[in-house]
């Protein structure tokens, strides 16, 4: 069996893949000091709890956090007896070309959504990621990684304007019943929720205009059907978007003998 991990900035998710479906996503808070113990002690306690008989000997790895990496191949290493595939490091072969200039280093959990993308829709993709940050990634009709956008993630801004004003209270993302908001609550999420859909909106438009053709726009992350609600943004919504990349790099590397 295959463990898929993808780590972000805020939350680290684990799969288990059977060559076939997932058996399980569990998700747990991104802490670098986590040590490899400790992820097996949390992993292997929710497995016994859903009643899940794993035999995991590959893994799989894409980590937005360099400092985590290491005792991610640790835990791999000691409870799974394999090294991990780690996505954007030089041994890792991507299945799709990444055109941007020269010595930018691209983030893997982006490369991993490109190779989902293309796998599941094709090429002239648009990816909108709602993480820590959103994300819009552009998906050449080859599946080539061509580049994006990168803009404060929705509960990034949130908070960022509830530490610079005092007066504003923390408020919880959600669609409001007016534009127009009659009470400081109210008027934050309007500003919140309809400033996205005009962001997500605008720069979809303007990233289609550029490349001069139509395309189609596939979101992931659990706000993305939240904006759905205001406007017809996307196309398609994949919850599963980034392990499914993750299950399809791993495929690629095992059928060119890479691992």
Same mark, same amino acid.
């Given at each position: &069996? ?50 899940? *008989? ?14 985590? +990496? ?31 200039? /020269? ?24 990816? +909108? ?19 994006? +956008? ?12 509830? *530490?610079?004003? /005092? ?9 409001? *019943?007016?534009?127009?908001? %009659?009470?400081?609550?109210?008027? &934050? ?20 205009? *550029?490349?001069?053709?139509? &395309? ?7 706000? /993305? ?16 978007? %980034? &392990?499914?990349?993750?299950?399809v790099i791993h495929k690629y590397n095992k059928d060119q003998g890479n691992i």
């Amino acid at each position: &069996m295959l463990l898929a991990i993808d780590c972000g900035n805020t939350n680290t998710v684990f799969s288990i893949w059977d060559g076939e479906r997932f058996l399980c996503t569990l998700r747990t808070s991104t802490e670098h000091q986590r040590t490899a113990d400790q992820y097996f002690v949390w992993l292997s306690t929710l497995l016994r709890h859903h009643k899940i *008989e794993f035999d995991i000997d590959e893994v799989i790895v894409s980590s937005t956090v360099p400092r985590v +990496v290491w005792n991610l191949r640790v835990f791999a290493d000691r409870y799974f007896g394999c090294r991990p595939l780690v996505v954007g490091k030089p041994d890792c072969l991507l299945p799709v070309d990444v055109r941007v200039d /020269a010595g930018t280093q691209v983030g893997p959990d982006r490369l991993v959504n490109t190779v989902a993308g293309h796998d599941l829709y094709g090429g002239d993709l648009i990816l +909108v990621d709602f993480g820590t940050a959103t994300t819009f990634d552009v998906v050449a009709e080859d599946g080539a990684y061509i580049g994006g +956008v990168i803009s404060p993630g929705v509960n990034l801004s949130l908070q960022a304007l509830h *530490e610079a004003a /005092a007066a504003l209270p923390h408020v919880d993302v959600t669609k409001p *019943e007016h534009v127009i908001g %009659t009470n400081t609550v109210a008027c &934050m999420q309007s500003g919140v929720f309809w400033g996205y859909v005009g962001l997500i909106n605008g720069i979809t438009t303007r990233i289609k205009e *550029e490349r001069g053709r139509e &395309m189609k726009v596939i979101s992931t992350g659990g706000l /993305a059907p939240l904006f759905q609600q205001g406007y017809a943004l996307f196309d398609h919504f994949e919850d599963d978007l %980034t &392990m499914h990349g993750l299950t399809v790099i791993h495929k690629y590397n095992k059928d060119q003998g890479n691992i």
